[in-house]
Every structure is written in C-alpha cells, then in structure tokens.
C-alpha cells in the first residue's frame, strides 16, 4: 500500500473546515434534537394538565347532578301537602283554626279493648287526631292539639297526665273556630253494639256541626251510620261544656266490638274517619262564612 501523498496547506485547511462544518452540523442537530424533546415533553404535560382538569371538571359536574338530584326528595319532604291523603278533602274557603283534643293520653291510657289484643284507647286517640291534624294543615287550616304525644315530658313519672281543666285552658286560650275532641267507646256488656256517636251541647252553634259532621264521616266510612248526641249543659262531658269554640266529642267506634276494635288498628280506617272529622269541620266551617 502506498502511503498517502501529504496534505497541502490547502487541504489542510479544507479538511479542518469540513470538521468544523461537521462538529457544527452535529451540534446543530443535537439542539434541534433536544427541542424536539422539550417539545414533546411540553405536549404532554399540557395534555396531561388538560386531561386532569377535564376529570376534575366532570367529577364536579358529577358532583353537581348527584346533589341536585337529592335535593329533590329533600325538597318534596318539606311540602305539607300529601295529595294521596288528601284527597277527597274539602277546600276551607277561610283561615280557620280548629283546636284537637286526642282523648286521655300519657299514663291514662283510657279504656283497653278486651276482644282485640293491643288495641288501647289513648293510642287509637291520638293516631286519628294526628292525622285530623295533618288533613287540616294540608289544606292551611291553623291547627293546635292539646297534646300531641303519649310520651310524658322529661323527668316526669310514667303516670303523667293532662287533667281536663289545664286540656281546655289550652284549647280556649288558642281561641279556635272549632274544637273536637277524640275518643274510643267501650259497652263490654254486649260486644254487639257498635258505631260513631258524636256529642255535642244543646244550644252552643253545634248542632250543624255535628250533623255535617256526621254526614261527611258517613260518606268516607261504608256502612258507617254516625249518631248524633244532643246533650244538656249540666249532664255532658266536661271538654264540650266548657268549650268556647263550638265542640264536638267524637266516639269513633266500640272497643269491646271486635269488629271496630280490628278497625282502629286498620290504617285505611283511621284515615277515612280523621277525613270524614276534617270534611265535617271544614263543611261547617265554610258554611259559617256565608252567613
Ligand atoms: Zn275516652
């Protein structure tokens, strides 16, 4: 092999120009190399960024329809109204208040059916006389209840009472339109007698009402035939005595007839018979207005 002719001083000179355009044309791509890279790299954290900030935004709106959608119900608890329970109620053409006196209650628990287990008065009372309450406030009739509890107040004896005297303090310092007053009959002498009595005094502006109300119970109740009781001032129960508001004791039925002892733990019955009261008193009511 032969060996190479030495370079002249102008090769020489081109060979170490083409090593500096070489180094140059390398370094050159190194740099774009590198900000291809950076670039890359800055796409993928802004997509990065955009795709966390999307999730983000949809966990929110997620969020946002999650709670709307439980708002509703919440919203929908809140409406006095129940339309089912309601229905076939009365419009009161006024505002009215009506005071309701659930019979006994507390430690007095009244009187106990003996024909049907678990069926006591003071519970049947105050279940008829809370749903009289809720008909009349779904239709904005301003109600008040001389109890609306069996549970005696804290620290008190089991045998807590409401004597009458302090129930109608109650009712007449309420200053009602209307008053009425819920019991449960008893006749264990003869467990065939049966029935809705409706008590009211002679005399106090009743007498409508207690047919009205008669009637309106009749027409919720099949086969229920309501009798009215006219009573004497100084032979009555004392509740509808000394009522300022014209009153009514209501009797729903016999405890001691097996029958209507079965009804008062029966649901649809309790509230045909609290809107049976509702439509007498609202009738009354109303009817008062026109004259
Ligand atoms: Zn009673």
Known sequence: MNPQPPKTPEQQRLAADEQMLERRRIARERLAAERRAKAERQRRMTMLVFAVTAVVMMIGVIAVVIA?????????????????????????????TVCIDPGHGYGDEGARSQVVDGVVEREVNLDVALRLRDLLESVGVTVSMTHDTNTPPDGEESSYTIDLETRMNIANSFGADRFVSIHCDSYPADTSVSGV????VRGRDADSLASQTADAIAAELEGSTPR??????????????????????????????????????????????????????IHNLNEGLET
Request: aromatic fraction near 8%; avoid cysteine; charge should be negative.
């Open 68 to 96: 709307s959608r439980r708002d509703v119900p919440a919203a929908a608890d809140t409406q006095p109204p129940d339309e089912t329970a309601a229905e076939g109620l009365i419009t009161p053409l006024g505002d009215f």
């Open 197 to 200: 009595r409706i008590y009211y």
């Open 228 to 281: 009215i009781m006219p009573m004497n001032e100084n032979d009555t129960y004392y509740v509808i005595r000394v009522s300022e508001a014209p009153g009514l004791l209501v009797e729903i039925g016999f405890l001691s007839n097996p029958e209507e002892a079965a009804s008062m733990l029966d649901e649809d019955w309790k509230q045909s018979m609290a809107l049976g009261i509702a439509n007498g008193l």
